[in-house]
C-alpha cells in the first residue's frame, strides 16, 4: 500500500524566510503526488501535483516542490513566506491501481509565519 | 464555475438522532469521494463512487453509516444512529474519472458536533 510521511506536525518561519516542509513517500510503483493547503475552516486546495512529467513542479501561490526517487521525497518549498502562507498542508500520494484518484493524505504540516 | 457543494455547512445534533449531509459534485465529474477529518485520525477516505456506482467502501467505519449517490448530481451520507465520537469534518469531492493522477476537488466541509 502507499502511504506518505510528513516530517513535522508544525513548522515556524518568519515572513520572508525560506518555506520548506517535508513529505516522504512509500510506493511500489512510481507514484502520483500532490500537495494540497487547507486554510481555517475550508476544504482542501489542490497546490501542484506530480504525475510522472517533469520533476519540478511548479504551483500556485510562488510553491514549488521536486520529485526525488533516489530520496523518494517531494518536499513542498517557497522562497519568500508571506502571511497569508500560514495554513495546514497536505501531502498525498494517488493509487494508480484504479482510474480515479484514490488519495491517500499525511497527517498534515500546520505552518505559521511570523512578523 | 461552481465547486462541490456541500450542505448543511454545520450540523449539531443530540447522541442517537440520524444526520443527513449532501454532497453535488461538479459538472461533469464522474467519481466522488466522501472523507473525514478529526485530530486523531486526520484525512480518511470513507467511500467513493465512479459512475454513481460505490468502489470502496473499506473506510465506512461501521454499519452506522451510510452513502448513496442516486444520480450524477447528488449523494448524501448518513449517520443513524450517530454517537458523540462521529463529531468531524465531513468533506466530499469530486474528480473526472479516468487517470488517477486526475485532481481531487474538495466542497467547505460539513462540520458535524454530536453531543
Known amino acids: 500500500a502507499q502511504s506518505v510521511t510528513q516530517l513535522g506536525s508544525h513548522v515556524s518561519v518568519s515572513e520572508g524566510a525560506l518555506v520548506l516542509l517535508r513529505c516522504n513517500y512509500s510506493?511500489?510503483?512510481?507514484?502520483?503526488l500532490f500537495w494540497y493547503v487547507q486554510y481555517p475552516n475550508q476544504g482542501l486546495q489542490l497546490l501542484l501535483k506530480y504525475t510522472s512529467a517533469a520533476t519540478l513542479v511548479k504551483g500556485i501561490n510562488g510553491f514549488e516542490a521536486e520529485f526525488k526517487k533516489s530520496e523518494t521525497s517531494f518536499h513542498l518549498t517557497k522562497p519568500s513566506a508571506h502571511m497569508s502562507d500560514a495554513a495546514e498542508y497536505f501531502c498525498a500520494v494517488s493509487d494508480k491501481t484504479g482510474t480515479a484518484s484514490k488519495l491517500t493524505f499525511g497527517t498534515g504540516t500546520r505552518l505559521q509565519v511570523t512578523l | 464555475d461552481a465547486g462541490v457543494i456541500q450542505s448543511p455547512r454545520h450540523e449539531v445534533t443530540e447522541m442517537g438522532q440520524e444526520v443527513t449531509l449532501r454532497c453535488k459534485p461538479i459538472s461533469g465529474h464522474n467519481s466522488l469521494f466522501w472523507y473525514r477529518q478529526t485530530m486523531m485520525r486526520g484525512l480518511e477516505l470513507l467511500i467513493y463512487?465512479?459512475?454513481?456506482?460505490?468502489?470502496?467502501d473499506s473506510g465506512m467505519p461501521e454499519d452506522r453509516f451510510s452513502a448513496k449517490m442516486p444520480n450524477a448530481s447528488f449523494s448524501t451520507l448518513k449517520i443513524q444512529p450517530s454517537e458523540p465520537r462521529d463529531s468531524a469534518v465531513y468533506f466530499c469531492?469530486?474528480?473526472?474519472?479516468?487517470?488517477?493522477?486526475?485532481?481531487?476537488?474538495f466542497g467547505e466541509g460539513s462540520w458535524l458536533t454530536v453531543v
Open positions: 510506493s511500489s510503483v512510481p507514484p502520483y
Open positions: 463512487f465512479n459512475n454513481n456506482v460505490p468502489i470502496d
Open positions: 469531492a469530486s474528480s473526472p474519472t479516468g487517470d488517477s493522477g486526475n485532481t481531487i476537488y
